[in-house]
């Protein structure tokens, strides 16, 4: 099995590996935008069996003592330290009683040895970016109930911030703790959909260095008049300290049917700075150890909410000091894991990211 | 003072939110005619009208057009002669602000209103200099909305041409007609062809570059009018940038940013030029107009462009050993003012599509002040 069928790249699985091929190279990892967040298990029997190897040929680096946890100070990068959210899945069930040990990180290709943090001690930041464009205006009651949803599956200490788009970008309310009422009502649907700007400008929007941050984006997909574009989008994902996740719904209000006047009596978007690329969320997911995920139908879409709280909720968190490596460029990380499960993880990171003010 | 009329058979209900809050003023539901809606609007209560205009959408929203057919003319002529002019102005203005108020969520019933009100004008009299100034704010608001070709007659942005071929016959050295008809070009530039993809099955407009032949002259054209020029250079300064051709796209956007007539384009103009850098890997150029940009106009758009290119300068910087580490706490920052400045305030990016809608918040205050609705 290959460094790369070890990991999914953040993510993001190719249709050999989900058929069981077990390998996956680089470029189909960057070619596939999507993940899939209930992947089966990479490979049959023997891509089992080559796992078990595979596993059973990593040497472990030296394990260390996980030091006292002081998230104020020690949580994200602080001088060189690296710090990695790992979601590690059998199939559909998260694998939960992992140490130190029974992970494999490499930095540019040199093995690492990696701490785990006690994430039951970190609270979660959850920045919900929800698309309220004119395409879902059918389903405004819908959004307002699973915003109200996802903040209620947080714990006390946690806080959740909102923030809408649809032509223009709306910062609804900021970091609140979950416990509080959330003015729902005041989301809306009309407009254009400028979904760069708004996952940029949420990435952007979350610093904290002592909490764990996650943004959920919430959107159908159609990009139509963002400032910034793809490649924007993916330089901010791959400096961005936080775990970025994309559900994407599919069937949206697009039908004369349903909205027989929407069409004629909503503005249209026509000029937009470069050509959409679709893909591009999935990749900046994947950059930063999130997945996009195709919600194939409405009702389906609280159950998917969850399940990605849910993963990040239980992600492990892995620390190291980079060694051996170059101080400078892209660093890129592969995680494994004793036992062949699937991991996700960020796809890298580069060195002067590591701002030593956090 | 304006006699009240009785509501006009079948004349639709109005929800007035009176000048309270709009929270508060949910529970004030009041019925209201054509007549009382001008008089609280001829006093200065013009958001509450609009509000009550916008809160219609749902009912038969095409009933505002006989509201205005039925009860207008009365109501202009009911101060007098002396009077008469004014009222007009402050009836086609009413109208408009019901059409933007309507912009978003039922365009067919706004076009109409605003059609209503310019053969009001047609049938007035000889043209005014009030007219003039509503005609433009009339083909601001058109613009708002181009249409793609009908399937009946093939003819894109029926309404806007309709409009053009009105303001030539009332007005016939308007420069601005020249700039409305390269904007329909470029429209038909940025629109001509395209293919289903992506995501959904969604539409997605894949231009034509083929067609930019025909846009850059009749944006020439109308920049031969000084009126125009520098508009007609952002744009040709965009559609340059778009077509890969950055130095003749940095010529015509460095001409467009100058002067301080319109901090719109200069904002655009500024970003658009940080665009053309950033293509270039000319990255401390754009983070300069970028930066530029956003003192112009504190905006999202130049908010995000510069917060990018800190987020990649703080890496450079922190690589190099020189560790200010400040680069993305400075983009928080800006992102968080733009966000937070953004309420009562359109980032110019998203009105660029929309041609002359950038100027209607100057149209439509000047509108009002002409007509004593202020």
Redesign the interface.
């Known amino acids: 099995m290959t460094r790369a069928a070890r990991q999914d790249g953040g993510g993001v699985m190719t249709r050999a590996a989900r058929q069981g091929g077990g390998v996956m190279t680089r470029d189909d990892r960057h070619r596939d935008g999507r993940a899939f967040p209930q992947p089966r298990r990479p490979g049959g029997r023997l891509a089992g069996v080559a796992a078990l190897v595979a596993t059973a040929c990593i040497v472990v680096a030296a394990r260390q003592a996980t030091p006292p946890q002081d998230p104020q100070r020690t949580f994200r990068a602080v001088g060189a330290l690296v710090t990695v959210d790992v979601s590690v899945r059998d199939g559909n069930r998260l694998v939960r009683g992992l140490t130190p040990g029974d992970f494999h990180v490499e930095d540019n290709g040199v093995a690492q040895t990696v701490e785990m943090l006690d994430v039951e001690s970190l609270p979660i930041d959850l920045t919900l970016i929800v698309d309220t464009s ?2 879902l205006i059918t389903m405004v009651d819908e959004v307002r109930q699973y915003v109200a949803e996802a903040a209620s599956v947080l714990r006390a200490d946690d806080r959740v911030r909102l923030i809408t788009f649809s ?5 609804v309310f900021g970091l609140q703790p979950a416990t509080a009422p959330l003015p729902v009502e005041v989301i809306v649907a ?3 959909t ?1 979904i760069y ?1 708004a996952v ?2 949420g990435l ?2 979350t ?1 904290r260095a002592d909490r764990r941050q996650v943004l959920v984006v919430f959107t ?3 990009e139509t ?1 963002s ?2 574009d793809a490649d ?1 989008l993916e ?2 994902a791959k ?1 961005s300290d936080s775990v970025l996740h994309v559900l ?1 719904v ?1 069937d ?1 209000m ?1 039908s004369r049917l349903e909205m027989p ?1 929407y069409y ?10 470069a ?2 690329d ?1 893909l591009a969320f999935g990749r900046a997911a994947a950059a930063t150890g999130g997945w996009m995920q195709e919600v194939a139908v409405r009702p389906d879409l609280p159950k998917a909410l969850r399940l990605t709280l849910e993963d990040f909720r239980t992600s492990y968190v892995l620390r190291y000091r980079p060694v051996g490596v170059a ?3 892209w660093h890129r990380i592969d995680v494994a894991v004793t036992g062949g499960h699937t991991v996700r993880a960020r796809s890298g990171y ?8 956090r | 003072m304006t006699p009240r009329r009785p509501v006009v058979a079948g004349a639709m209900v109005l929800c007035v939110l009176a000048a309270a809050p709009p929270r508060a003023a949910r529970s004030q539901q009041l019925t209201i005619s054509l007549s009382d809606a001008l008089t609280y609007y001829e006093a200065g209560e013009r958001d509450a009208v609009v509000r009550a205009l916008t809160a219609a959408k749902g009912s038969d929203t095409f009933a505002l057009i006989p509201f205005f057919e039925h009860d207008s003319e009365a109501w202009i002529q009911a101060d007098g002669p002396a009077e008469a002019g004014r009222r007009r102005l402050l009836v086609a203005t009413f109208a408009l602000e019901t059409a933007y108020a309507g912009l978003d969520h039922q365009w067919e019933v706004s076009k109409a209103v605003v059609q209503w009100a310019c053969e009001m004008w047609r049938k007035s009299g000889p043209p005014t200099p009030a007219e003039h100034t509503w005609t433009l704010a009339a083909l601001a608001l058109l613009e708002a909305n181009f249409v793609p070709p009908s399937r009946a007659t093939g003819l894109a942005n029926p309404d806007v041409r309709a409009h053009l071929k009105h303001i030539t016959e009332r007005f016939p050295d308007e420069p601005r007609v020249s700039l409305a008809l390269a904007l329909l070009k470029e429209y038909e530039f940025w629109t001509g062809h395209y293919r289903l993809r992506g995501v959904s099955g969604a539409p997605i407009f894949i231009h034509n570059d083929d067609v930019a032949a025909t846009v850059l002259p009749a944006l020439d054209e109308a920049a031969r009018q000084a009126a125009n020029r520098p508009e007609a250079q952002l744009r040709r300064g965009f559609l340059e940038y778009r077509l890969g051709r950055s130095e003749a796209a940095l010529a015509d956007l460095t001409a467009a940013a100058a002067g301080d007539d319109d901090l719109t384009r200069t904002y655009l103009a500024q970003l658009f030029i940080g665009w053309v850098h950033e293509r270039e890997g000319r990255k401390a150029e754009a983070t300069a107009w970028f930066r530029r940009a956003y003192e112009t106009l504190p905006a999202l758009s130049a908010a995000l462009a510069l917060g990018v290119r800190l987020y990649e300068d703080e890496a450079v910087a922190v690589a190099n050993g020189d560790v200010h580490g400040d680069e993305r706490d400075e983009a928080d920052t800006l992102v968080e003012a733009a966000l937070l400045g953004a309420a009562g305030r359109t980032d110019p990016w998203k009105d660029y599509g929309y041609g002359d809608l950038r100027r209607w918040p100057a149209l439509i205050a000047e509108l009002r002040a002409m007509a004593g609705a202020s």
């Open positions: 004119g395409s032509g223009e970008v709306r910062d009309d407009g254009a400028a700007d940029i400008a952007m929007r610093r159908d997909g159609i008049n400032a910034m924007a330089a901010v400096r994407l599919k949206v697009t006047n004629q009596d909503t503005r249209r978007y026509w000029l937009s700075r050509v959409p679709p101080q400078e460029g580069f060195w002067g990211a590591l701002n030593p003010k």
